[in-house]
């Protein structure tokens, strides 16, 4: 497996300065399959919708104040291609009526549990009131149910050639 590549803007961003351009610059440099490790002062929320968009799910690691770590990671897909502009893989799959698109997606496939039950509501303490969490697993996640009942997020469960995607919204009114 290829090494992730390392980027840190943490000091552009301590100067005021803008790291998205490269950011973006060294998603395209990636190679097939690698990861892009950023090291950033502040949890890079809006970074994952446009990264979600090009194929890559996420998991970020707060190390201290100030310093964030995420892994962009590409989601395990039948083709290598990212989904169509504006679609999302739970929109290939299904269409909840009244359910915005997924602004978080996790590829939780390969890991032991209770690892994507703890990703899952790490990312769902990050979402927004209405946001939808798209997680892909690899066995369906019966103890993290209860939790998701008692925050009072709803639930999507599906099975799927890639294993079991759960969408979950985010309690509360959207915004």
Not at 54 to 75: I, M, N, Y
Not at 130 to 146: M, Q, T
Not at 156 to 164: D, F, N, Q, Y
Request: without cysteine.
């Amino acid at each position: 497996m290829t090494e992730p590549l390392t980027l840190d803007v943490r000091d552009e961003l301590r100067t005021g300065g803008e790291p998205l351009p490269r950011i973006l610059q060294a998603v395209k440099a990636l190679a097939p399959g690698q990861a892009l490790r950023l090291l950033a002062t502040f949890e890079p929320l809006p970074l994952y919708a446009v990264l979600g968009r090009q194929g890559f799910g996420h998991a970020a690691t707060r190390r201290g104040e100030g310093d964030w770590e995420v892994l962009f990671e590409p989601r395990a897909t039948g083709a290598s291609q990212p989904p169509a502009k504006g679609a999302s893989p739970a929109a290939t799959v299904t269409s909840i009526t009244g359910w915005p698109n997924p602004s978080t997606y996790l590829d939780n496939r390969g890991l032991l549990p209770p690892e994507p039950m703890m990703r899952i509501l790490d990312a769902l303490e990050h979402l927004r009131a209405g946001e939808v969490l798209e997680a892909l697993n690899e066995r369906e996640p019966v103890f993290l149910y209860p939790e998701l009942h008692a925050r009072g997020a709803t639930i999507h469960t599906e099975k799927t050639g890639e294993g079991v995607r759960v969408l979950i919204r985010r309690a509360g009114a959207a915004p």
